[in-house]
């Protein structure tokens, strides 16, 4: 009998699109014609919950009377509750656009203690839209009901985690088996009765579930228990990110009481090894697969069949997903945030890995970092416009590690050779080949934003970590991106071992004056995590930590405790760091001694107060490298031609119009550079297949003209430059 495939993802990730993990296993699958599919259990459950129906039996189950004041008000407001909550569900779902005004006159939705905030509602909203000022109002008003559930209903509640304390750094299984062994919660109750239509429609043989985090584990676990109560022929299997971090030295035998199989690391063999397990029990090959065996968990890994190609594994297959039901949000005013949460974005993948791959904090031991491999830019644009077809989207989110700048540049001629229209954003590393025309011709490909790991604002600590890049040069192309339109956000880090207070300090005067140059939109302060997997965690004593305890758990082992050497309580930095960042991206406070922004004495700062203006007033090389790609967004000009008289000599001339979108403009030269010029902006123009060298158009030049050099640096040329000529 073939093998039918359903794959989920467990509650909850994100209400705004889905995680791709199943879309990225069902692309594959077609490949190979088996049959599969997807449900988004996360979605499912949300909208099932905030419904007029979904809040009258909340309302009426809640197993425990409020008592805080908060939720007895939103217990006494329960009508206003259920008159409310479907129209703006379909006014999130971008269904019920004029709603927006209504909401905006804040006499509709019923408030609780989520708009205690509002007072930076129009600082930060200020010249934005009723669209996004109501969405925020929305977003509170949905986090109102979810207190109430918390308080009353189900403690492990959360839009974007569910029972996540249960996943995180469980190293025993005991707290999460005995969690399994109560009675389902209200939440459970309601993603069970989901499981069970869903099963009893698609009739399964293999169930495989995608677990991305900690905050999807327990109910992972309870679907799988479900299913195997009262479908014991079913086989079930864990894969995902949390399994493929934290389960890596998993030893407990009560895990396969819920489980059949847990996969590590890219699917596609996998999987494909555990269909033909199931369809000829003789077989006995698997790839990076846990199963029990005589009651002992055991690893196999004995297939000889490889991992696929990256350009063998097909283009991510978003059918079956509710693709237009999904929440658009807006939480907090971090842009960055706010474009995780708003809006549906398609996600696809640049290169598996990351092409860098030495951040000692990183687990660049592991596969999903440690194997490099970068997609054709042609392939990339294909799948792009598969998806685009099959969504109706065109907003694309690339979820590389970091992206690669020449297979961005390749990518971004290719959208622009193609003429598509897509809004794209990925992860990158700050690069110095992020020159100011690569950032342009990404951004006219339709690149908005870019997220990069700053991490620690001081090079002492950039070279620790060995992120190949110091804050100087950071700064300089945070100013490219900016300039050319591109908003960029910062992951900060604190807390690195043997930082010091100084360093932390400096840290936050670099980011200071970073967003006060303007060359930073949006950031946000993490503190450091010791995972098993990385350089850190490896050899902590190398970076003067101390590891607690040897001791390998059964369950889930990455995160590890630990104490640094310097002694210091990098947690009390926490508030401070983080408040004086929302401040600075709102433009404001740049003024403030850093010492305000804590309530213990810190020193003073070491970094000069014009440290980053300086870096960026250093003039760029204008020497061009011979083999740089030279390219033309723009159009074909209109020509007038002329003579130009002087002390009784005359020369004929050709004045160049263009029309870029924004305004025209004009150059002048003379007539026989200009006819050179037109026919080589055509062959150069970014529509054309072929690309051209600085070499190879300087050798044209030169084969009718003399002294190419005078003409390059010349002023028609350089007015070129500022409106798309580039060179690469």
Not at 303 to 329: E, F, H, N
Request: hydrophobic share 40%; aromatic share 12%; proline share 4%.
């Amino acid at each position: 009998m073939k093998t039918k495939l359903f794959l989920i993802t467990p509650p909850f990730t994100q209400l705004n699109t889905p995680y791709p993990a199943t879309a990225y296993i069902k692309g594959f699958l077609n490949t190979k014609n088996i049959e599969s599919v997807q449900a988004d259990l996360g979605i499912d459950v949300i909208l099932k919950l905030f419904s007029k129906k979904g809040l009258i039996d909340l309302f009426q189950s809640n197993s425990q009377q409020p008592t805080t004041d908060n939720c007895k008000r939103i217990f006494a407001l329960q009508d206003e509750y259920i008159k409310t909550i479907d129209p703006v569900i379909q006014f999130l779902q971008g269904k019920n656009p004029t709603l927006a005004l209504q909401i905006c006159q804040e006499d509709f939705l019923p408030e609780a203690s989520r708009f205690a905030q509002l007072e930076e509602l129009d600082w930060a909203f200020g010249t934005m839209g009723t669209q996004d000022k109501a969405k925020h109002l929305a977003t509170l008003y949905l986090e109102d009901i979810s207190d109430f559930i918390v308080e009353c209903v189900d403690e492990n509640f959360g839009f974007s985690r569910y029972a996540e304390r249960l996943g995180r750094s469980a190293n025993s299984f005991d707290e999460l088996y005995e969690a399994l062994q109560q009675e389902p919660t209200y939440i459970d109750s309601i993603l069970i009765s989901i499981l069970k239509t869903k099963i009893e429609v698609i009739k399964p043989s293999l169930f495989l579930i995608s677990v991305p985090f900690p905050g999807n584990l327990y109910s992972a676990f309870r679907c799988a228990q479900w299913v195997k109560e009262n479908h014991p022929e079913i086989k079930i299997s864990m894969g995902g990110g949390f399994p493929n971090t934290e389960l890596r030295s998993l030893s407990d035998a009560r895990v396969f009481e819920f489980f059949d199989f847990i996969t590590l690391d890219d699917g596609e063999t996998p999987i494909e090894e555990l269909i033909t397990n199931i369809e000829n029990p003789d077989y006995n090959s698997y790839k990076r697969t846990f199963l029990l065996e005589d009651g002992k968990v055991v690893y196999k890994n004995n297939s000889t069949q490889p991992d696929y190609k990256q350009s063998q594994v097909g283009t991510p297959d978003y059918s079956d997903l509710l693709l237009d039901k999904y929440i658009s949000v807006i939480e907090i005013v971090n842009p960055m945030h706010r474009m995780w949460s708003d809006g549906r974005w398609n996600k696809l993948t640049m290169a598996h890995g990351c092409y860098w791959g030495k951040c000692t904090f990183c687990d660049i031991s592991l596969d999903y970092i440690k194997v490099y491999e970068p997609v054709a830019a042609g392939l990339l644009c294909d799948r792009m416009e598969e998806m685009i077809a099959q969504t109706g989207q065109n907003g694309f989110h690339f979820v590389d590690e970091a992206a690669p700048p020449a297979l961005m540049r390749a990518l971004a001629l290719e959208i622009l050779k193609r003429k598509l229209a897509v809004t794209w954003w990925t992860n990158i590393r700050f690069e110095k080949s992020f020159t100011g025309d690569l950032c342009l011709l990404l951004k006219a490909s339709g690149c908005i934003a870019v997220s990069g790991g700053l991490e620690v604002a001081s090079d002492r600590l950039l070279k620790l970590i060995d992120k190949g890049v110091t804050v100087e040069q950071v700064a300089k192309v945070t100013r490219n991106f900016t300039e050319a339109g591109i908003m960029v956000h910062a992951y900060l880090m604190y807390g690195y071992p043997t930082q010091t207070v100084q360093e932390t300090v400096d840290s936050l005067e670099m980011v200071r004056q970073l967003f006060e140059e303007g060359v930073l939109q949006s950031g946000f302060w993490h503190q450091f995590a010791m995972t098993a997997h990385s350089p850190v965690g490896m050899f902590p004593e190398q970076f003067g930590a101390i590891k607690e305890t040897e001791v390998i758990g059964t369950f889930a082992n990455n995160d590890i405790n630990y104490t640094d050497k310097t002694g210091i309580d990098h947690d009390k930095f926490s508030f401070g760091l983080k408040k004086s960042l929302f401040n600075f991206m709102h433009g404001i406070c740049f003024d403030y001694e850093l010492q305000e922004w804590f309530d213990f004495k810190i020193p003073k700062t070491k970094i000069g107060p014009d440290f980053i203006f300086d870096a960026l007033q250093e003039e760029n090389n204008f020497n061009t490298k011979p083999n740089a790609k030279i390219v033309w967004l723009g159009g074909k000009p209109t020509i007038e031609h002329f003579t130009k008289s002087k002390k009784g000599n005359s020369w004929e001339m050709m004045a160049l119009t263009f029309h870029d979108k924004k305004e025209s403009f004009a150059i002048q030269t003379a007539k026989s550079e200009g006819e050179w010029l037109i026919e080589m902006l055509q062959k150069i123009s970014v529509s054309n297949a072929k690309t051209y060298s600085f070499q190879e158009i300087k050798a044209d030049f030169e084969t009718s003209l003399e002294d190419f050099e005078l003409f390059w640096y010349s002023k028609p040329v350089n007015t070129l430059r500022e409106f798309g000529l580039l060179v690469l």
